[in-house]
Nanobody, 124 residues
């Protein structure tokens, strides 16, 4: 059974950094688009970043451009989200997702597999 497991969340001060990881198992996701979404308390889940299997097509939400970097290691079936210059408004549960396509998407309904989420809290 396909499974995505996020890790690396935690509590960090504003201006700090965190690196999230998403380990995929149960199938090979190397040809899938991998994405990150987040959901803050009381808000809807929103797109953060996504990339295709080669990493040649990458999308970012405007709110994280220049601060976050998505990458993947297909040999390890793992995708990463490096988050720098964190702000309190980045506080959310971060979810990893996989889409059976060559084209990244910002829409969560286009992703078939989801992780359980990891909490990121940024203090001011």
């Amino acid at each position: 059974q396909a499974q995505l497991v996020e890790s690396g969340g935690g509590l960090v001060q504003a201006g700090g950094s965190l690196r999230l990881s998403c380990a995929a198992s149960g199938r090979t996701f190397s040809s899938y688009v991998m994405g990150w979404f987040r959901q803050a308390p009381g808000k809807e889940r929103e797109f953060v970043a996504a990339l295709n299997w080669r990493g040649g097509s990458i999308y970012y939400a405007d709110s994280v451009k220049g601060r976050f970097t998505i990458s993947r290691d297909n040999a390890k079936n793992t995708v990463y989200l490096q988050m720098n210059s964190l702000k309190p408004e980045d506080t959310a549960v971060y979810y990893c997702a996989a889409r059976p396509s060559m084209i990244p998407s910002i829409y969560e309904y286009e992703y078939d597999y989801w992780g359980q989420g990891t909490q990121v809290t940024v203090s001011s």
